[in-house]
């Protein structure tokens, strides 16, 4: 028993030196290839070392915890053996390394050019832009609102859980239409738009970054604090020692401010304490980290909805799937659903859940064929590589970076960034047409009367 209990340990060693090598050896590569720039990429690779890598990391900083690097989900216990633990790593290191490859092929070509753009014309954008202006009280309000009401119900006894109570009630179709078209206009603003609307839609996203923090979702302020970091890189320079000190005193403050929440206080850490600050980053990556194993319980489920696939792809896919007459059971609509469902159908039923991840995703995809993974990765970063290249010489591009920024950076523990794209892209074309329209018709009329 002793034996098998020693081989564990000096395993999990094993895994986490070669895990830390290889992506602090992915990052300083990239650093280097965008020309010492951050970029989306980069900023992804470091949530994904949170979110996937974060008990490699843990194990590393504080031996001491004895913690189990693959330790299975809450929601569902199995045995997981060396030969899973070899299997799991594979995918893990497969992926970041030739994610990094495909990023290095493209990041810097200076011939490719994009096959699809969209020059906009200046009273059309600042039409756009005024827009956004008159609308932002009313996303303020609808917003803000909203995330009280939630964090009211949390604190009445809800607790942190009441976020995701919803999760196993029939799907309504519009539940996306009112955030992404905000998000529209605020990634809109920073790249047409003015000062003054940046700085009233950031603030707008901080404050409801904080009331979602307070009952204890540290995800979005998270994603927030690295776009505020990404946003002050375009204007200066920043060295990479620099960035990984920011983002350290941007944890401590995330802990401090975590520790009035309702979750904190429900898990008995309400406490904010410096002196036991190792532990505290220790056991936050740890737990974090816990999207790998979100991962490996993704390989437990034999199959999926046929329109789970589609989903991923279409925004509003099971919406006009129910129109035909096909039953659309709440685990039916999304691969997380289905699998948090057929490993717990009564922690789904009561909210409890598990999210996704990207590495789920490209395994879902590649129907587990270790090559067709590898090449989705490869493409994978060729798409990071060229939004990044194409972004510093056209504005779409630019747009649509500021778009995905912060659903990039809970890629490695969440889905959902292909259809929020597909919004990001038809509001911005819906927008662009109503508006040359409308100026191309005040035209020609002025001309009639004259």
């Known amino acids: 028993m002793c034996h098998v209990v020693f081989v564990n340990q000096v395993s999990d060693l094993k895994f986490s030196v070669v895990y830390v090598l290889i992506q602090c050896a992915s990052i300083f590569l990239v650093w280097h290839v965008s020309g010492k720039k951050l970029g989306v990429y980069l900023m992804f690779l470091l949530t994904f070392s949170l979110f996937i890598g974060g008990r490699f990391f843990a194990y590393l900083l504080n031996p001491s915890l004895k913690l189990d690097i693959f330790a299975p989900t809450f929601f569902f216990d199995y045995f997981v053996s060396i030969e899973r633990k070899q299997e799991i790593f594979s995918f893990v290191i497969f992926f970041i390394v030739f994610s990094t490859v495909g990023y290095s092929?493209?990041?810097r070509k200076e011939k490719i050019k994009p096959y699809f753009n969209i020059t906009m014309k200046e009273d059309v954008a600042k039409c756009i832009t005024?827009?956004?202006?008159?609308l932002f009280p009313f996303f303020?309000?609808?917003f803000l609102y909203s995330s009280y009401i939630k964090l009211m119900t949390a604190m009445s006894g809800g607790g942190y859980l009441s976020l995701y109570l919803n999760q196993s009630d029939n799907y309504e179709a519009g539940g996306s239409f009112i955030p992404n078209l905000m998000l529209f206009f605020f990634a809109f603003a920073f790249v047409y738009g003015n000062k003054a609307l940046k700085i009233k839609y950031l603030i707008l996203y901080l404050s409801n970054s904080v009331l979602t923090l307070m009952i204890g979702s540290r995800g979005g302020i998270g994603a927030l604090f690295l776009f505020i970091?990404?946003?002050?890189?375009?204007?200066?320079?920043?060295k990479l020692l620099n960035l990984f000190f920011a983002i350290l005193v941007a944890l401590i403050a995330l802990f401090f401010l975590f520790s009035f929440s309702v979750?904190?206080?429900e898990e008995g850490y309400s406490l904010f304490d410096i002196n036991t600050l190792l532990y505290s980053i220790s056991y936050f990556a740890y737990t974090n980290g816990i999207s790998l194993m979100v991962f490996d319980a993704s390989r437990l489920i034999d199959s999926y909805p046929f329109i789970a696939y589609v989903q991923t792809f279409i925004p509003g896919a099971t919406f006009f799937w129910g129109l035909l007459g096909?039953?659309?059971a709440p685990q039916d609509i999304m691969f997380s659903y289905r699998m948090c469902y057929e490993l717990n159908p009564?922690?789904?039923?009561?909210?409890?859940g598990l999210g996704w991840t990207i590495l789920s995703d490209l395994y879902v995809f590649s129907f587990g064929n270790i090559i067709l993974f590898i090449a989705l990765s490869l493409g994978v970063g060729c798409l990071f590589g060229m939004l990044e290249n194409f972004s510093e010489k056209y504005k779409l591009y630019s747009y649509i970076t500021f778009y995905v920024f912060m659903k990039c950076m809970l890629l490695p523990r969440g889905a959902g960034l292909i259809p929020e794209l597909v919004y990001g892209l038809v509001y911005l074309l819906f927008f662009c047409v109503v508006f040359y329209f409308l100026k191309n018709y005040g035209?020609?009329?002025q001309q009639c009367l004259q």
């Open 105 to 107: 092929i493209f990041r």
């Open 130 to 134: 005024k827009t956004g202006n008159f």
């Open 140 to 142: 303020a309000i609808g």
């Open 229 to 238: 970091i990404w946003l002050y890189s375009l204007k200066h320079k920043i």
């Open 263 to 265: 979750r904190a206080n």
């Open 326 to 328: 096909n039953s659309l």
């Open 346 to 352: 009564s922690l789904f039923v009561n909210g409890s």
């Open 443 to 445: 035209r020609s009329k």
